[in-house]
């Protein structure tokens, strides 16, 4: 299994440097040109989420930058970890980059919007004052099963990106890259398949070149 996994992930990151090549062609520059990144190492980018981050985007995403980005996710885990491990996971890593995707188990628990956006202002404003560069993810739609909260992901994802915008910091819009895509999804209609992993990776990728 693990040898058919590298595969995938191989493939996977295959198709996305396809894609990343494809819209290079402008020659324009990177995210953080010309920022100050202190003590930290601008090749290193943390990956912090839940389940979906810790299922496999980061990898890819390594692979095509040829950088490391450490996968931080914790499988079920709701925004308020993710405020309680920045501090600690910039003071290990020193990373250039935060990459951030939380809130799906904030919805799927019924967890205020309010106390979503209070825990990802904390991710987005412990790394800046870190001189780290944060980039925050909307989530990816909801299916099958999980349906019940397509709603208030579509509503979460657009305070958001209010948020960010009030931080002025980058999104990376995963709702807007998945669109209507329920194949791109396991049976569970939360967790995508290696293609939707991919598509996150190619949607990171989008911000970061």
């Known amino acids: 299994m693990r040898a058919r996994k590298r595969v ?19 020659g324009g520059g990177g995210l953080g040109d010309g920022h100050d990144f202190g003590v930290n190492n601008p090749a290193m980018h943390i990956a912090l989420g839940d ?10 995403l390594a692979a095509v930058l040829g ?10 885990s709701q925004s308020s970890l993710g405020a309680s491990r920045i501090a600690g996971a910039l003071a290990r890593y020193k ?3 935060v990459l951030i995707l939380y809130g799906a188990n904030d919805v799927t628990s019924g967890q205020p919007f309010a106390s979503t956006i209070a825990n990802l202002r904390v991710m987005v404003q ?6 780290s560069i944060p980039v925050v993810a909307t989530l990816t739609p909801m299916y099958g099963s999980h349906s019940l909260w397509a709603g208030a992901v579509i509503a979460l994802n657009g305070e958001i990106r ?8 980058t999104v990376a819009d995963l709702e807007r890259s998945f669109g209507y895509a329920p194949h791109l999804f396991e049976p569970d209609g ?3 398949t290696t293609a ?12 970061l070149k």
């Open 95 to 97: 990373p250039g980059y």
């Open 126 to 131: 412990v790394s800046k004052a870190n001189r």
């Open 196 to 207: 939707g992993q991919a598509l996150i990776a190619q949607t990171f990728l989008s911000v």
């Open 190 to 192: 939360l967790h995508p």
């Open 8 to 26: 995938w992930i191989s493939t996977a990151a295959a198709a996305v440097m396809m894609l990343w090549a494809a819209g290079c062609e402008d």
């Open 67 to 76: 950088k490391p980005v450490v996968n931080l996710g914790v499988g079920g």
């Open 162 to 169: 209010a948020m960010a915008a009030s931080e002025g910091v």
């Open 51 to 60: 389940s979906i981050t810790q299922s496999g985007y980061p990898a890819i």
